[in-house]
């Protein structure tokens, strides 16, 4: 089993920046691909960022613009979201996902999901 521990949300300004970490543990030798979802109230779980845990190449969803940068720092296991200019639009529930494959976009092939960190934006 893979255990995910996210932080780092909480409420913001307009303009703002925050870093979300994911902290793994457990069996983390069997996850390769680890991606960030959000999901806002009455929405669907969207895919934000993704990337191998072993570094590369990063991929990002279509509501990224540029204003999110997804990390990895492997001696301690954790994996990082860098948002800046955060937007209203931006509120929703974060979370961090990991499956055995390589990172993809659609939420229900991760394997392992954390709790979620509320990301709330104020105009």
């Known amino acids: 089993q893979v255990q995910l521990v996210e932080s780092g949300g909480g409420l913001v300004q307009a303009g703002g920046s925050l870093r979300l970490s994911c902290a793994a543990s457990?069996?983390?030798?069997?996850?390769?691909?680890m991606a960030w979802f959000r999901q806002a109230r009455g929405s669907e779980r969207e895919f934000v960022a993704g990337?191998?845990?072993?570094?590369?190449?990063?991929y990002y969803g279509g509501s990224a613009e540029g204003r999110f940068t997804i990390s990895r720092d492997n001696a301690n296991n954790t994996l990082y979201l860098h948002i800046v200019s955060l937007k209203p639009e931006d509120t929703a529930v974060y979370y961090c996902?990991?499956?055995?494959?390589?990172?993809?976009?659609?939420?229900?092939?991760?394997?392992?999901w954390g709790q979620g960190t509320q990301v709330t934006v104020s105009s």
């Open positions: 996902a990991a499956r055995p494959g390589v990172p993809v976009t659609t939420y229900w092939e991760y394997s392992y």
């Open positions: 457990g069996r983390t030798l069997s996850i390769y691909g």
């Open positions: 990337m191998s845990w072993t570094g590369g190449t990063t």
